[in-house]
């Protein structure tokens, strides 16, 4: 995990140094002069070799020191941490709808398979898995908000003044970035749940006499749920990408908005900190599965 981290950092900060443009001749602007810029860069360190500059960086940002905006000329730290909250919070209300969907229908299709009712949960489910989250956020905001008058697009409200008001606006765009990888996770789910099924404990468990329900949920689930963990923790980490895309359609100020304008200013301290703040939850996420998976299943240490 540790070189992980540190190999996405170091790509993270080289592509950065292809990107056209120089942050101080964007601060400074039309009063940009040679000398005024030769001076700014030594300020902010540009003139150095850029391998030394990462250094600094990634020893800064270890310290918790991620430096200061370019353009808010405040510190990157107090700039996202109300922002990243809210993202992670919308990431996880998303995860927890993905959860409520995919397990009953993943376990209903499964118990009724070639059904009809699971033949049109299937199509259903290719449907919503071709649907991006921006486009269902869009379809969403029109029909729940701007017909049905469930809440009003745009009226977010900061955790600060009312969580129960902040969670339920997040509900809305969390239903838009959970329903694509719920539709996926109940396809997982049907799929280990009828490969379980046919192996042959559970053909001994029937032979005993316990019931269709006791086969499934004492046996067939807890090894169904195993290739199931992996994918969650995947999703979670693919909702806290979504959930950037989704809060530019419902106006939610999250760290979306900050790390484009940032990436337009060329506020590098801000989009690095962003970024990488996102790239290690994300990686963290993977590693903490993992580790569950083996602790669930000793079987893959020993692979």
């Given amino acids: 995990m540790l070189i992980t981290l540190v190999v996405v950092s170091l790509c993270l900060y080289l592509s950065f140094q292809l990107i056209s443009g120089d942050p101080a001749t964007r601060m400074l602007g039309t009063s940009a002069t040679p000398e005024r810029l030769a001076a700014l860069r030594q300020e902010l360190g540009l003139d150095q070799p850029v391998l030394l500059q990462y250094v600094r960086w990634l020893g800064a940002f270890v310290t918790g020191d991620l430096g200061t905006s370019y353009v808010y000329h405040q510190p990157v730290t107090e700039l996202l941490s109300s922002k990243i909250i809210v993202t992670l919070s919308l990431a996880l ?16 299709t499964a118990k009724h398979a070639g059904s009809v009712l699971d033949r049109i949960v299937l199509v259903v489910n290719q449907v919503i898995m071709a649907i991006p989250p921006f486009f269902s956020g869009i379809i969403i905001s029109w029909v729940f908000g701007m017909i049905l008058h469930l809440f009003a697009p745009g009226g977010y409200i900061s955790y600060t003044k009312s969580i129960p008001q902040f969670v339920g606006y997040l509900v809305f765009p969390a239903i838009a970035i959970a329903l694509p990888r719920a539709a996926q996770a109940a396809r997982l789910i049907r799929g280990s749940i009828l490969e379980e099924a046919s192996k042959n ?4 468990a029937y032979s005993r006499g316990n019931s269709t329900n006791g086969v499934l949920f004492n046996h067939v689930l807890k090894h169904a749920f195993l290739p199931v963990l992996t994918f969650m923790g995947m999703s979670l980490g693919n909702m806290l990408a979504g959930s950037l895309v989704v809060e530019r359609v419902f106006n939610i100020p999250g760290i979306s908005n900050t790390l484009l304008t940032s990436i337009g200013n060329r506020d590098y301290p801000v989009v690095l900190a962003a970024v990488m703040w996102i790239a290690s939850i994300i990686i963290i996420i993977n590693f903490l599965v993992d580790v569950l998976y083996r602790v669930i299943d000793p079987r893959t240490a020993e692979e």
């Fill in 201 to 204: 404990y559970t053909r001994t």
């Fill in 93 to 108: 209300l998303s995860f927890v709808f993905m959860c409520i969907i995919a397990f009953p229908v993943g376990i209903y």
